[in-house]
């Protein structure tokens, strides 16, 4: 696809959610509402667009956001399996969902429900995250200094019991990229974050300025390169970044680069990356296109010693999901890229749908990933190239499991998850 198509096409959906926005804020008429649903792998509109809002299903039940501005589950057949008495609801995990009782500010009003919609772990939280491997990240205190809230985060287990906290405040709330994997928690420090078991003994010396959790045995594990002499002390562990780069850090310019540790939080992988994910499928999708602005492209696949496991780098990427990974390939002289699938080997899978280029795609999600592909015509010599662009779910082999459509059926569509896809529309009044 062409850089300049790409703009044309990017500024034409840029004056069209603008012209939206405006017609939705200033219309001197009634404004209008955004209403949710859920369609299923066929196409079908199993449950139609009529809640404020929603999340995906998991484990066969979705909280969804009632007129009153409640929060209740349903099932797949849209009954209300738990009734709407919550001011707030996340997603079922490990069989049981976060609920917020209340809308007080600065409250202990989150707790657990079971998918009868018993409050089995009563409302004792300030935020609430999902159950992982049995473990539940949580804010545990509240208060205000100097005007900045501050937070005390722990770790709960599915009777309610605090089994860890941090060991400092942060002033943000529970983040999702926080919770117990590889039997090792993340948690804050005095000096910044780091990792303990669940017998509460550190396993990282150093202090990092980010963390993100445990995923197939590695963690990517950030330092904040703010002074020269932070610079000086992990000037050993830096690795891949031109020194020109760094040499012109000072204290009011940070540098902020990735690596990786193992389990026993030995850093296997220095320092290196602006942009980092988790490991999957033994690769993770890493970028230093900031740092090093001479690469052709920014991101790559790495696997864990580090190694570029394809010698190839891309415009952009995305891990690996049902043994296929989406990339964009870097500009070529005229400034084309082109979206495809490549396998676990680094070949191209998959370029094209129904005999139409792919225009973008996405990681596969529940089996099933969503993608756009265009295709050209031109009447004659004299006149512009003109695209025409479908839509819709492909599974792993590239097939549709709908017939792709020009016209968007369902706005908004999200990726699928327990069999179904969240969508959304807007609705004049």
Partial sequence: MKLFNKMILISFL??????????????????????????????????????????????????????????????KKDNRVIEANYFDAKEFSEGLAAVKVNDAYSAKNWGYVNKTGEMVISPSFYSAGEFRNGIARVTLEYTKRSGFANHLHGYINKEGKIIATDKDRTTSLERDNHSY?????????????????????????????EIRSF???????????????????????????????????????????????????????????????????????????????????????????????YNASFDFAKGFSSGLACVTSTPDERGNTKSYYINPTGKKALDSVDG??????????????????????????????????????????????????IQKDFDGLRTFSNGMAMFNRYFKN
Wanted: hydrophobic share 35%; with cysteine.
């Fill in 181 to 209: 994997a590889d039997g090792l928690l993340p948690v804050k420090t005095p000096d910044g974050w780091g990792f303990q078991n669940l017998a509460g003994e550190m396993i990282t010396k150093d202090s990092y300025y």
């Fill in 356 to 405: 139409r280029e792919l225009f973008s795609c996405e990681p596969f999600s529940d089996g099933v990933a969503f993608i756009r592909t265009s295709e050209t015509f031109q009447k004659d010599q004299n006149s512009f190239a003109e695209f025409t662009y479908r839509e819709g779910y492909i599974d792993n082999k590239g097939n549709p499991i709908y017939p792709l459509s």
């Fill in 215 to 309: 995923s197939e045995g590695m963690a990517a594990v950030a330092v904040n390169i703010d002074s020269p002499d932070t610079l000086k002390k992990f000037s050993d562990l830096i690795g891949g970044v031109p020194g020109s780069v760094l040499s012109i850090v000072s204290g009011t310019n940070t540098l902020i680069l990735w690596g990786y540790i193992n389990t026993t939080g030995k850093l296997v992988i220095p320092f290196t990356y602006l942009q980092v994910t988790p490991f999957k499928n033994g690769f993770a999708v890493v970028n230093n296109l900031k740092v090093d602005p001479i690469s052709k492209g920014g991101y790559f696949f790495i696997n864990k010693k580090g190694e570029n496991q």
């Fill in 14 to 75: 840029f004056l069209n959610i603008r012209c939206t926005i405006f017609e939705i804020i200033f219309s001197p008429k009634s404004e209008g509402k955004v209403l949710f649903g859920y369609m299923d792998k066929k196409g079908k509109e199993t449950i139609p667009p009529k809640y404020k809002k929603a999340h995906p299903f998991k484990e066969d039940l979705a909280s969804v956001k009632y007129e009153n501005n409640l929060w209740g589950f349903i099932d």
